[in-house]
T-cell receptor, first 117, second 114 residues
Protein backbone atom coordinates (compact mmCIF):
# COMPACT_ATOMS: atom_id res chain seq x y z
CA UNK A 1 0.00 0.00 0.00
CA UNK A 2 1.09 3.52 -0.72
CA UNK A 3 1.36 6.25 1.90
CA UNK A 4 1.65 10.01 1.52
CA UNK A 5 2.93 12.25 4.30
CA UNK A 6 2.59 15.99 4.58
CA UNK A 7 4.48 17.08 7.66
CA UNK A 8 3.29 20.70 7.79
CA UNK A 9 -0.30 20.97 9.04
CA UNK A 10 -0.29 24.74 8.61
CA UNK A 11 1.91 27.42 7.08
CA UNK A 12 1.60 31.17 6.95
CA UNK A 13 3.53 33.59 4.74
CA UNK A 14 3.26 37.18 3.61
CA UNK A 15 1.85 38.06 0.24
CA UNK A 16 4.47 38.02 -2.56
CA UNK A 17 6.76 35.66 -0.63
CA UNK A 18 7.80 32.24 -1.84
CA UNK A 19 6.62 29.20 0.09
CA UNK A 20 7.44 25.52 -0.18
CA UNK A 21 5.10 22.74 0.91
CA UNK A 22 6.60 19.34 1.68
CA UNK A 23 5.39 15.90 0.70
CA UNK A 24 6.96 12.48 0.98
CA UNK A 25 5.54 9.20 -0.18
CA UNK A 26 6.28 5.54 0.08
CA UNK A 27 5.79 3.01 -2.68
CA UNK A 28 7.45 0.00 -4.22
CA UNK A 29 5.83 0.67 -7.59
CA UNK A 30 7.53 2.28 -10.57
CA UNK A 31 4.62 3.60 -12.68
CA UNK A 32 2.91 6.43 -10.90
CA UNK A 33 1.88 10.05 -10.98
CA UNK A 34 2.08 12.66 -8.26
CA UNK A 35 -0.32 15.55 -7.89
CA UNK A 36 -0.88 18.67 -5.86
CA UNK A 37 -4.53 19.66 -5.36
CA UNK A 38 -5.78 22.91 -3.92
CA UNK A 39 -8.99 23.03 -1.88
CA UNK A 40 -10.23 26.56 -1.11
CA UNK A 41 -13.08 27.19 1.37
CA UNK A 42 -15.55 26.43 -1.43
CA UNK A 43 -14.45 22.80 -1.03
CA UNK A 44 -13.80 22.35 -4.73
CA UNK A 45 -10.73 20.21 -5.47
CA UNK A 46 -8.56 21.98 -8.03
CA UNK A 47 -5.55 20.39 -9.69
CA UNK A 48 -2.50 22.59 -9.28
CA UNK A 49 0.23 20.53 -10.88
CA UNK A 50 1.11 16.95 -11.84
CA UNK A 51 4.36 15.05 -12.22
CA UNK A 52 4.93 11.79 -14.04
CA UNK A 53 7.38 9.62 -12.15
CA UNK A 54 9.22 8.59 -15.30
CA UNK A 55 10.05 12.22 -16.13
CA UNK A 56 13.18 13.64 -14.55
CA UNK A 57 12.29 17.23 -15.36
CA UNK A 58 10.35 19.00 -12.64
CA UNK A 59 6.89 20.19 -13.64
CA UNK A 60 6.04 23.89 -13.63
CA UNK A 61 2.75 25.75 -14.04
CA UNK A 62 3.15 29.52 -13.93
CA UNK A 63 3.92 30.41 -10.29
CA UNK A 64 3.81 26.77 -9.19
CA UNK A 65 6.68 24.34 -9.50
CA UNK A 66 7.69 21.07 -7.93
CA UNK A 67 10.92 19.57 -6.71
CA UNK A 68 10.61 15.88 -7.48
CA UNK A 69 13.28 13.70 -5.91
CA UNK A 70 12.41 10.16 -6.95
CA UNK A 71 15.12 8.37 -5.02
CA UNK A 72 14.22 10.24 -1.85
CA UNK A 73 10.49 9.84 -2.60
CA UNK A 74 9.96 13.53 -2.09
CA UNK A 75 7.60 15.84 -3.99
CA UNK A 76 7.53 19.42 -2.71
CA UNK A 77 5.48 22.28 -4.12
CA UNK A 78 6.91 25.77 -4.47
CA UNK A 79 4.61 28.74 -4.85
CA UNK A 80 6.34 31.89 -6.02
CA UNK A 81 4.99 35.41 -5.61
CA UNK A 82 2.21 34.12 -3.36
CA UNK A 83 -1.19 35.77 -3.65
CA UNK A 84 -4.13 36.08 -1.28
CA UNK A 85 -6.07 33.72 -3.52
CA UNK A 86 -3.54 30.99 -2.81
CA UNK A 87 -4.95 30.65 0.69
CA UNK A 88 -6.34 27.11 0.82
CA UNK A 89 -5.72 23.53 1.87
CA UNK A 90 -3.14 21.83 -0.32
CA UNK A 91 -3.14 18.08 -0.75
CA UNK A 92 -0.37 15.94 -2.14
CA UNK A 93 -1.66 12.84 -3.91
CA UNK A 94 -0.17 9.66 -5.33
CA UNK A 95 -1.69 7.66 -8.18
CA UNK A 96 -0.70 4.37 -9.72
CA UNK A 97 -1.34 3.57 -13.34
CA UNK A 98 -0.98 0.53 -15.51
CA UNK A 99 -1.92 -0.55 -18.98
CA UNK A 100 -5.51 -0.63 -17.83
CA UNK A 101 -5.58 2.93 -16.61
CA UNK A 102 -5.30 4.89 -13.40
CA UNK A 103 -6.14 3.67 -9.92
CA UNK A 104 -7.63 5.77 -7.18
CA UNK A 105 -5.52 8.43 -5.50
CA UNK A 106 -3.90 8.24 -2.09
CA UNK A 107 -3.90 11.65 -0.40
CA UNK A 108 -1.81 13.22 2.32
CA UNK A 109 -3.50 14.90 5.29
CA UNK A 110 -3.04 18.32 3.77
CA UNK A 111 -1.32 21.61 4.56
CA UNK A 112 -3.38 24.66 5.38
CA UNK A 113 -1.63 27.57 3.66
CA UNK A 114 -2.48 31.09 4.76
CA UNK A 115 -1.29 34.07 2.75
CA UNK A 116 -1.19 37.20 4.90
CA UNK A 117 -1.75 40.64 3.31
CA UNK B 1 -17.43 23.91 -19.80
CA UNK B 2 -17.43 20.23 -18.93
CA UNK B 3 -17.59 19.41 -15.25
CA UNK B 4 -18.60 16.67 -12.86
CA UNK B 5 -21.94 17.27 -11.19
CA UNK B 6 -23.10 15.85 -7.88
CA UNK B 7 -26.50 15.87 -6.25
CA UNK B 8 -27.54 16.74 -3.66
CA UNK B 9 -24.97 19.31 -2.56
CA UNK B 10 -26.13 19.05 1.04
CA UNK B 11 -28.06 16.35 2.84
CA UNK B 12 -29.19 16.18 6.44
CA UNK B 13 -30.80 12.95 7.53
CA UNK B 14 -31.56 10.97 10.64
CA UNK B 15 -29.69 7.89 11.69
CA UNK B 16 -31.11 4.78 10.10
CA UNK B 17 -32.34 6.48 6.94
CA UNK B 18 -31.19 5.56 3.44
CA UNK B 19 -29.03 8.10 1.64
CA UNK B 20 -28.40 8.16 -2.10
CA UNK B 21 -25.79 10.41 -3.66
CA UNK B 22 -25.56 10.84 -7.41
CA UNK B 23 -22.75 11.77 -9.73
CA UNK B 24 -22.73 12.66 -13.41
CA UNK B 25 -19.20 12.25 -14.79
CA UNK B 26 -17.82 14.36 -17.60
CA UNK B 27 -19.15 13.10 -20.91
CA UNK B 28 -16.68 10.66 -22.43
CA UNK B 29 -14.86 9.91 -19.21
CA UNK B 30 -14.78 6.18 -18.52
CA UNK B 31 -13.38 6.09 -15.00
CA UNK B 32 -15.35 7.22 -11.94
CA UNK B 33 -14.06 7.49 -8.38
CA UNK B 34 -15.81 8.01 -5.04
CA UNK B 35 -13.88 9.65 -2.18
CA UNK B 36 -14.88 10.61 1.35
CA UNK B 37 -13.40 13.54 3.27
CA UNK B 38 -13.52 13.84 7.06
CA UNK B 39 -11.50 15.89 9.50
CA UNK B 40 -10.13 12.80 11.19
CA UNK B 41 -9.33 10.59 8.21
CA UNK B 42 -8.81 13.14 5.46
CA UNK B 43 -9.53 12.11 1.88
CA UNK B 44 -10.11 8.39 1.39
CA UNK B 45 -10.88 6.38 -1.71
CA UNK B 46 -14.11 4.43 -1.31
CA UNK B 47 -14.57 2.80 -4.72
CA UNK B 48 -14.01 3.24 -8.42
CA UNK B 49 -15.29 2.05 -11.76
CA UNK B 50 -13.84 1.72 -15.22
CA UNK B 51 -16.20 1.38 -18.17
CA UNK B 52 -18.98 0.96 -15.57
CA UNK B 53 -17.33 -2.13 -14.05
CA UNK B 54 -16.40 -1.92 -10.36
CA UNK B 55 -12.65 -2.28 -9.92
CA UNK B 56 -12.06 -1.69 -6.25
CA UNK B 57 -14.43 -1.04 -3.38
CA UNK B 58 -12.11 -2.12 -0.60
CA UNK B 59 -12.33 1.30 1.02
CA UNK B 60 -16.04 1.03 1.50
CA UNK B 61 -17.86 -0.42 4.54
CA UNK B 62 -19.52 -3.36 2.79
CA UNK B 63 -22.39 -3.85 5.18
CA UNK B 64 -23.98 -0.47 4.61
CA UNK B 65 -22.43 1.14 1.55
CA UNK B 66 -23.00 0.27 -2.09
CA UNK B 67 -21.80 1.91 -5.29
CA UNK B 68 -23.19 1.38 -8.78
CA UNK B 69 -23.07 2.76 -12.30
CA UNK B 70 -26.45 2.12 -13.88
CA UNK B 71 -25.19 3.75 -17.07
CA UNK B 72 -22.21 5.72 -18.33
CA UNK B 73 -23.72 9.04 -17.28
CA UNK B 74 -24.67 8.17 -13.72
CA UNK B 75 -22.86 6.82 -10.67
CA UNK B 76 -24.58 6.33 -7.34
CA UNK B 77 -23.37 5.84 -3.78
CA UNK B 78 -25.91 4.54 -1.28
CA UNK B 79 -25.73 4.24 2.48
CA UNK B 80 -28.32 2.08 4.21
CA UNK B 81 -28.75 2.45 7.12
CA UNK B 82 -26.89 5.70 7.70
CA UNK B 83 -25.01 6.37 10.93
CA UNK B 84 -23.64 9.58 12.49
CA UNK B 85 -20.08 8.44 11.69
CA UNK B 86 -20.97 8.62 7.99
CA UNK B 87 -21.13 12.40 8.24
CA UNK B 88 -18.57 13.66 5.73
CA UNK B 89 -18.13 15.27 2.35
CA UNK B 90 -18.41 12.75 -0.46
CA UNK B 91 -16.62 13.55 -3.70
CA UNK B 92 -17.05 12.01 -7.08
CA UNK B 93 -14.28 12.35 -9.67
CA UNK B 94 -14.03 11.22 -13.27
CA UNK B 95 -11.21 10.72 -15.72
CA UNK B 96 -9.88 8.78 -18.67
CA UNK B 97 -7.85 5.59 -18.60
CA UNK B 98 -5.17 7.14 -20.75
CA UNK B 99 -3.25 10.37 -21.19
CA UNK B 100 -2.44 12.37 -18.09
CA UNK B 101 -4.75 10.42 -15.77
CA UNK B 102 -6.06 13.62 -14.25
CA UNK B 103 -9.10 13.19 -12.06
CA UNK B 104 -11.74 15.90 -12.29
CA UNK B 105 -13.60 16.38 -9.04
CA UNK B 106 -17.22 17.29 -8.51
CA UNK B 107 -18.27 19.87 -5.89
CA UNK B 108 -19.01 17.20 -3.30
CA UNK B 109 -22.05 16.24 -1.23
CA UNK B 110 -21.94 17.31 2.40
CA UNK B 111 -23.76 14.64 4.39
CA UNK B 112 -24.84 15.15 7.99
CA UNK B 113 -26.39 12.23 9.85
CA UNK B 114 -28.02 13.16 13.15
Amino acid sequence: AQTVTQSQPEMSVQEAETVTLSCTYDTSESNYYLFWYKQPPSRQMILVIRQEAYKQQNATENRFSVNFQKAAKSFSLKISDSQLGDTAMYFCAFGLYSGGGADGLTFGKGTHLIIQP
Amino acid sequence: DARVTQTPRHKVTEMGQEVTMRCQPILGHNTVFWYRQTMMQGLELLAYFRNRAPLDDSGMPKDRFSAEMPDATLATLKIQPSEPRDSAVYFCASGLDEGDYEQYFGPGTRLTVT
